[in-house]
């Protein structure tokens, strides 16, 4: 890998391992070695240390005493509480940019609509949805509420982690989640809030349920694969 010089060391480092995680090279459970990925980018112990910490913050690890970084489970369980909590952040986030828009920023998301609906006919459903939550992530002016943007931006890898699971859906699905977010659209742009809120809130819904579906089938074929090793 070729690191880049925008962000510090401990930064890039940080968004490689998350990037291992969230597209399946490293599972859960699995403990990330400090050793390997400092002979693989040629970066000292120390750096990758400090780059651990910062992925325990966005959730993806967790660090325990004497045993190192472990790659957090990714539950039904877990993916509620997920969802839960991104509807609360993201209801109050449309809320805040129904209020506050000005001229240029319904051009950008007019223009965002018009982006999702080439997505949809190239089939990219990853783009489509880091499409939609990297733009949300990036309306500091319009929200106006640095605390709820800096815990959105450490959840932000876990949903995208989540919805990883899920690209494998049909395109009858991603284009009900198109619908269900054009109406978030339509809402901020006629200064709707609460039903901006609302909205976002079943946009979050249909890929809780897309995500759950998924990660049953990924753990049917687990145990599958497991019954059938024992025989």
Not at 18 to 35: A, F
Not at 109 to 117: T, Y
Not at 163 to 189: C, G, P
Request: net charge neutral.
């Amino acid at each position: 890998m070729q690191l880049e010089q925008q962000e510090s060391l401990s930064e890039q480092i940080a968004s490689h391992i998350s990037e291992q995680i969230i597209c399946g090279e490293l599972v859960e459970g699995e403990r990330i070695q400090e050793i390997r990925i400092a002979k693989a980018l040629d970066v000292s112990r120390g750096s990758v240390r400090e780059a651990l910490l910062l992925v325990e913050r966005t959730h993806l690890i967790h660090i325990y005493p004497r045993r190192g970084a472990i790659v957090t489970e990714m539950s039904a369980q877990q993916v509620r509480a997920l969802f839960d909590t991104s509807a609360m952040l993201l209801g109050y986030q449309v809320q805040r940019m129904s209020e506050t828009w000005r001229s240029h920023e319904a051009q950008c998301l007019q223009q965002l609509s018009l982006d999702l609906v080439n997505l949809i006919e190239q089939g990219h459903s990853e783009k489509f949805y880091d499409s939609v939550f990297k733009h949300l992530a990036l309306q500091h002016d319009m929200v106006a509420n640095p605390y709820i943007m800096k815990f959105y931006q450490e959840l932000l890898p876990s949903i995208r982690r989540s919805y990883f699971l899920a690209l494998n859906t049909s395109k009858r699905e991603l284009q009900e989640a198109f619908e269900l977010f054009k109406l978030v659209i339509d809402a901020i742009l006629i200064r709707k809030s609460q039903q901006a809120a609302l909205f976002m809130e079943d946009f979050c819904r249909h890929l809780r349920n897309l995500v759950l579906e998924s990660l049953t089938r990924m753990k049917q074929i687990e145990l599958a694969w497991a019954r059938r090793s024992r025989r």
